[in-house]
Nanobody, 125 residues
């Protein structure tokens, strides 16, 4: 399984970006995987941002992004999206997408079997 994350870039405070995560090499149903977005700023640990579960599609967001970020999925396209609005300088980080082969909405990195390469998001003040 390979994940390709894209959509990062440089944006001003208050701007928006939409990240995409395309999966390939999945032999079973993409809908059976939960999708997580994580980020890692320089000198900091990787942290959870948003998740969308397999099955009922429940979504979870960290408090720092609630009301600003939305996570959705298009199972027919093997793709997950992270819509990021009202971006702040503290959102600057490398963003990673990940797949968990189960219904899981948590932020435990160990629960995610597959990881993308990351896409840089930079928010200027």
């Amino acid at each position: 399984v390979q994940l390709q994350a894209s959509g990062g870039g440089l944006v001003q405070t208050g701007g928006s970006l939409r990240l995409s995560c395309v999966a390939s090499g999945i032999l079973d149903d993409f809908a059976d995987y939960s999708i997580g977005w994580f980020r890692q700023a320089p000198g900091k640990e990787r942290e959870g941002v948003s998740r969308i579960c397999s099955g009922d599609g429940s979504t979870f967001h960290e408090d720092s992004v609630k009301g600003r970020f939305t996570i959705v999925r298009d199972n027919s396209r093997y793709t997950g999206y992270l819509q990021m609005n009202s971006l702040k300088p503290e959102d600057t980080a490398v963003y990673y997408c990940a797949l968990a082969p189960r219904a899981y909405g948590g932020r435990d990195l160990a629960m995610y079997n597959y990881w993308g390469q990351g896409t840089q998001v930079t928010v200027s003040s």
